[in-house]
């Protein structure tokens, strides 16, 4: 077997830096001029380059910087390389508000999204902001200087300490160097290569040969069909089914708003007809999960004929939305299913082989190439550690404010997307509040804010709510919500832009501050 480790990877790995020859943040001598910023972005990712755009947009005057730990701006769509990587949400939401989305294709492959992005850095003048392979490691607040001092190792495993009023970090959930891989039996006897999508090797030839994927969730919906192509056969084996929606990759409403409306007018008015369409199937689904559970399994079944067993295979047990529906364009994988080159089997595996897997029922699958796309592992600020006035704090014990910040952590805040619509819509959201607030506090002269935790309690639920299995692995590392706004997490597009862009920066929950006085809500 190749083992996973062995395959090489474009991110910068930790262990690739002698981390016991740094000093502590602690013992840093001055920090000079060129490391002093106002504001500091952390990834210059799909969040991070909307963020540096509208804080240089609304604060010109301000010292910004984005310290990106890989060398290439991106972030999750340059890291993923595998077959067919795409967006499984449409483009006119995972685009930005302020640039439009110039292609047809609603659903885009990685490529188109990473050339999105990095066009949109250099149109917007913000490459210069942009200091690759600075990752940070630690951030440590000092109430008396109301600041943050940052340690960053750099490519060359040098140490640097910066310091910054604000901290906005958009870095996603997820650790990048590696995915979640369970440990089955008899691994080490499986002859094949055994790959993780999150590790793919650009020398990858699976032409004419077997190839099993474990996962039905979206990166094994994504990898099938692309594989499928070229490979003698592949099996999608899944422990239970996925919601799977067929949509086309084009948006015929899209392109005629095209034709008849200037550029970025249509690019807004097929922004705003994909909120509201996805806004109400969601909440459709919600209120009415049998109706939509079975409106979904019926044009399954109208993909792959009466005699495809659809009750076994693509009927999950839990409701829509429990967990995130996968959306395949122009029907890709069921089309592969229908012309035989791809396959799907619903069991459990048993153990590795030489040639393979056994499953649970006793049957073997036998593989050249096995893929594992079993997940992410959950890793907040890509595994920064956080002090307040030299105490560590764990951001899995406090709530979640607003989805944004956390309870009793000052000038801090985190760009998360939502768990049933386009990661930007709420991350761009995000960078509207951190505009918000920082013009507040320069407004009154305040220096710090942190929202304060007071009597509210954790509800049981954590800050993304959903059974999948990356979530629930993660309980004890994300943040928790509570039972009322602001501590109540919404995935509704519409009362977010009430809490985050209409409401009150100052709601009695906020608590603002300056060195020169004691905690004041102003």
Known sequence: MTPIADVPTRALPPSAMPVAELRPIDSADDIDAAHCFDVVIVGAGLSGICAAYHLQKQFPAKRIAILEGRDAIGGTWDLFRYPGVRSDSDMFTLGYSFRKWGSEKSLADGAAILDYIRATAKECDIEKMIRFRHRVTEASWSSADAAWRLAVTTGDAHRVTMRCGFLYMCS???????????????????????????????????????VVVIGSGATAVTLVPAMAQTAAHVTMLQRSPTYIVARPASDGIARWLQRVLPGSLAHKAARWKNILIGTYFFNLARRKPD????????????????????????????????QRLCLIPDAD??????????????????????????????????????????????????????????????????????????????????????????????????????????????????????????????????????????????????????????????????????????????????????????????
């Not at 997820?174 to 008899?186: A, C, H, I």
């Not at 005699?307 to 839990?318: E, G, L, Q, S």
């Not at 014990?397 to 990661?423: C, H, I, Q, R």
């Open 172 to 210: 996603g959930y997820y650790d990048y160097e590696k995915g979640y891989l369970p440990s089955w039996p008899g691994m080490a006897e499986y002859a094949g290569q055994l790959i993780h999508p999150q590790q793919w090797p650009a020398d990858l030839d699976y032409r004419d040969r077997r």
């Open 291 to 322: 109706l939509a559970s079975r409106a979904i399994i019926k044009g399954v079944a109208m993909h792959l004929g009466p005699d495809y067993d659809v009750a076994r295979h693509f009927t999950p047990t839990y409701k829509p939305w429990d």
């Open 333 to 522: 994988l069921f089309k592969s299913i229908r012309a035989n080159k791809a396959s799907v089997v619903t069991d459990e595996i048993d153990t590795f082989t030489p040639t393979g897997l056994r499953l649970r029922s006793g049957a073997q699958l036998d593989a050249d190439i096995i893929v594992a796309a079993t997940g992410l592992k959950v890793q907040l600020f890509g595994g920064m550690k956080i002090l307040i006035d030299g105490r560590p704090r764990d951001v899995a014990e406090a709530l979640s404010y607003k989805g944004m910040m956390f309870s009793d952590v000052p000038n801090l805040a985190a760009a998360f997307g939502y768990t049933n619509a386009s990661w930007t819509l709420k991350s761009e959201l995000t960078t509207h509040y951190v505009c918000r607030l920082l013009r507040y506090m320069d407004a009154h002269g305040f220096t710090s804010c942190r929202p304060e935790r007071g009597s509210e309690g954790a509800s049981d639920t954590s800050s993304l709510p959903l059974t999948s299995g990356y979530v629930q692995r993660a309980l004890g590392v994300l943040p928790k919500q509570g039972a009322d706004h602001p501590w109540k997490t919404y995935q509704n597009y519409f009362k977010d832009i009430w809490a985050i862009r209409l409401a009150a920066v100052n709601d009695g929950v906020m608590c603002f501050e300056n060195r020169a006085t004691p905690a004041a809500t102003a």
